[in-house]
């Protein structure tokens, strides 16, 4: 059989034309290289503590405490470009319990025109196509915040989905950031919508926000009604009154909140504000841990807050005040809500710093380093070249006046 390549150099040699020589060219054009992405300040290894050693060993204990058996892993998050944090699950959990997750998650930048969401597409695609990944695992393009508007498209699809196994809400911003009243839903509304799609599962859930705490993230009406309902909340529950007392025993009788600083505050006023609205759907709380991290290089104290909330379905019959029903709970003079805001104090004093739990630990940063190495390596990144970055990122942070850029383009203000 004569090629097609041979008739054209005959051609060519008698004189003939030569069809693929006329349309490319007499040399080879030159390939445009492919940009490798470039490193961001999410991908230092205190982002990868938060996964590994608060988020994963949570899903862990939740997947082994399941009441009903469950081969799926439902999870809703902020993914970013590079999904690290679903790659991360899915190589540290599914594969290791044999569970598929299945994940909703919300990035504006997907309905962007251009290479930003072409990126964000093909890393998609290729997540979808991990061994424990369900293919009907999607991205919006939306706002989270859409979900609180009544019915939106985005919440029909939250609702659709059912209940998820872990919900991680992932802000590069503060969640009290919008204040209370406004014509567009704010984070709060979308906390409703999650905590009672909670609701139908008997299996617990987990709840992980991460937020920004410094004042300016959190505006004054909210800041406000955080320390009402604490100071509220001190007169009306003994139990966390005296946990308050105990941890900050130099407070001032008259002005509780005169020493707290308002980190603090913020974290006291939102877990608060979870086990009280939670509670209306029948979920009991438990807040797990309280870690915290600093992006702003002249700030004071830690800026970002990272929470680890679980969720207990309440099936219990409930109580009976005229004590007919002879198998109903006994009516208790400290409610149940009252009991979990009284562990909450201490879990907010007892926080952890992850910048000097690194710092003081050698060999636990190093682990994250290698970690977050295989995680940006699966993820196209040259990773020859990560240390060196890395290295220069830490160097220049204590010089560098502006804010480190936000780790989450779904929650962004527009510029």
């Not at 490319?24 to 470039?38: D, E, H, K, N, Q």
């Not at 979900?147 to 939106?152: E, F, K, L, M, P």
């Not at 805001?341 to 004093?349: C, Q, S, W, Y």
């Given at each position: ?28 054009p ?74 909703l ?9 251009g ?51 872990a ?20 984070l ?27 004042s ?39 002005d ?63 109580e009976?005040?005229?004590q ?40 636990l940063r ?22 060196a ?14 804010s ?12």
């Amino acid at each position: 059989m004569i090629e097609q390549n041979d008739v054209e150099d005959r051609e060519s040699e008698n004189g003939g034309p030569s069809h693929l020589r006329d349309l490319l060219g007499s040399t080879a054009p030159a390939l445009i290289p492919v940009p490798r992405p470039a490193f961001q300040a999410w991908h230092r290894p205190r982002k990868q503590y938060v996964r590994s050693d608060q988020w994963l060993p949570e899903m862990l204990n939740l997947v082994d405490t399941f009441v009903v058996p469950e081969d799926e892993f439902r999870y809703l998050s902020l993914p970013g470009d590079d999904f690290l944090d679903i790659r991360y699950i899915h190589d540290n959990l599914c594969l290791e319990k044999e569970k598929r997750i299945r994940f909703l998650g919300f990035n504006r930048a997907v309905n962007n025109n251009g290479m930003h969401a072409a990126t964000i597409n093909t890393n998609l695609d290729a997540i979808r196509r991990l061994q424990r990944v369900d293919v009907r695992s999607d991205v919006l393009g939306q706002d989270l915040r859409t979900v609180g508007r009544v019915n939106s498209a985005p919440r029909k699809v939250v609702q659709r989905f059912g209940s998820f196994h872990a919900i991680n809400i992932d802000l590069c911003d503060g969640f009290a950031k919008d204040g209370a009243g406004n014509v567009n839903p704010n984070l709060f509304d979308v906390l409703q919508v999650l905590l009672e799609a909670q609701t139908r599962t008997v299996n617990d859930s987990l709840l992980f926000i991460t937020s920004r705490i410094d004042s300016n993230q959190t505006s004054d009406e909210i800041q406000k009604i955080f320390t009402d309902v604490i100071q509220n909340n001190i007169e009306g529950c003994p139990p966390f009154a005296s946990a308050i007392a105990l941890q900050w025993p130099n407070l001032d009788s008259v002005d509780h909140f005169a020493q707290l600083s308002g980190e603090d505050l913020f974290v006291l006023g939102i877990t608060k504000y979870i086990i009280s609205q939670a509670s209306k759907f029948r979920l009991d709380v438990v807040l797990k841990s309280v870690l915290t991290y600093r992006v702003q290089p002249l700030a004071e104290k830690d800026d970002i807050v990272s929470l680890a909330i679980r969720l207990h379905p309440n099936r219990e019959t409930g109580e009976d005040p005229y004590q007919l029903a002879r198998h109903a709970h006994a009516v208790s003079n400290v409610s149940a809500e009252c009991r979990a805001e009284a562990k909450i104090p201490a879990r907010v004093r007892n926080q952890k710093s992850i910048d000097s739990k690194l710092s003081e630990d050698a060999a636990l940063r190093a682990r994250c380093i290698d970690e977050t190495e295989k995680l940006l390596g699966a993820t196209g990144y040259d990773i020859a070249s990560y240390r060196a970055w890395l290295s220069q990122k830490e160097l220049t942070t204590a010089t560098n006046t502006t804010s480190t850029r936000c780790h989450r383009v779904c929650v962004e203000e527009d510029k």
